[in-house]
């Protein structure tokens, strides 16, 4: 057995006193003592939401761009993640999916630490016409059954955004639910009502919470109001400082505590800096860790999930809660009980934070980055 050092460990949402050891990649026993002086051990973070990362643009990425992409990611704390390709024509997609397959399967066989890849998260093609973003209009399509399982085919596809007030949508989530796939609502101009026939259908959450969707007003709440007032969604939230202002992060804590959870929605520039990059085929510029296309629309970010927390915590939210949404809430919501959780038997894939919240160490299944 080899002990963390830690002086405590987030155990099922609890600051647990005392050290973690660790035998053969999985967790063995924690609040040992006497404990460390190592700082926080706490589960290592799950990203829903990754469209590039460490220079490399995933939805164009070969088997290498995966390893360079992972190699970085796993650095700011990921232990696992969804590669996320957002709209492009159908034979990039199948390919993109094809590619992400090769490398969940056989990623790391060299030796090297790496996140895993959990499945692909489809962000598209079934988007509303006027909530598009960043994305491509080209490609964007109405939901067609044949198309989406031609891409899902291609590859283990764990998520897909949709708009739910698309012809057709609400039939493509009974789909996708029989094969085990997540559904949530994005890039929508859903309003209130279609909102909760499509939380009702079995949409679970709903994708970048306030960004790229209907706006909430007093007398419409639209998607957004319905969301953060329904006990069985989770929200998704991009915490940089550009999507979301201070107060509307903190409104979107106090309505859904335990149901928000972080993601990065990084592009290829994340972990690398200032510059211009490619998102699909779109041309983003990055200046001051803000990612905007030519026209001034966000697209992506820079933003790193170690970032993240640290942002949602200076917020007010308690750390542990911080941490959490980082990771527990988003393994919950893939229905991943072998994510997200620091627990004697689980696997050993962890992080461990000192009080500035400055990453320490990185371990998947016990092997250190």
Do not use: C
Request: proline content about 5%; aromatic content about 2%; cysteine-free.
């Amino acid at each position: 057995m080899t002990r963390l050092g830690a002086a405590a460990a987030l155990v099922d949402g609890e600051i647990v006193p005392g050290d973690v050891e660790i035998d053969e990649g999985r967790v063995a026993l924690v609040g040992v003592s006497p404990a460390g002086r190592g700082g926080l051990a706490a589960p290592g973070f799950v990203d829903l939401q990754v469209n590039g990362f460490g220079g490399v643009d995933l939805l164009g990425a070969d088997p290498d761009g995966y390893r360079t992409a992972g190699e970085a990611l796993v650095r700011t704390g990921v232990t696992a993640y969804q590669p996320t390709f957002i709209t492009a024509p159908e034979e990039r997609l199948v390919a993109a999916v094809r590619v992400m397959e090769t490398a969940r399967r056989h990623g790391g066989g060299g030796g090297e630490v790496l996140p895993r890849i959990v499945g692909a998260h489809l962000e598209g093609p079934f988007l509303s016409r006027q909530r598009l973003g960043t994305h491509p209009a080209g490609p964007r399509r109405d939901p067609e059954r044949g198309l989406l399982e031609r891409i899902v085919s291609a590859g283990h596809v764990t998520t897909v955004t949709l708009a739910p007030e698309l012809p057709g949508a609400l039939e493509l989530v009974d789909l996708l639910r029989g094969r085990g796939i997540l559904v949530s609502a994005g890039h929508t101009d859903a309003d209130a009502e279609t909102a909760h026939a499509a939380f009702d259908r079995g949409v679970r959450a709903v994708t970048h919470l306030f960004n790229a969707m209907t706006r909430m007003i007093p007398r419409r709440p639209g998607i957004v109001g319905v969301a953060l007032t329904r006990d069985d969604v989770v929200v998704t939230l991009i915490v940089d400082g550009h999507h979301l202002a201070a107060e509307t992060v903190k409104l979107a804590w106090r309505a859904a505590a335990g149901r928000l959870a972080l993601v990065t929605d990084a592009i290829a520039a994340a972990g690398v800096g200032d510059g211009s990059y490619r998102l699909g085929d779109v041309t983003v510029e990055v200046v001051d860790g803000e990612a905007r296309r030519e026209d001034g629309t966000l697209a992506g970010s820079a933003l790193t999930m170690i970032d993240a927390v640290r942002n949602l915590h200076q917020l007010g939210v308690p750390l542990a809660d911080a941490l959490d949404a980082a990771a527990a809430v988003p393994a919950r919501l893939l229905q991943r009980g072998d994510l997200g959780v620091l627990r004697p038997g689980a696997r050993a894939d962890l992080v461990v934070l000192d009080d500035r919240l400055e990453l320490r160490r990185v371990l998947v299944s016990g092997a250190q980055t």
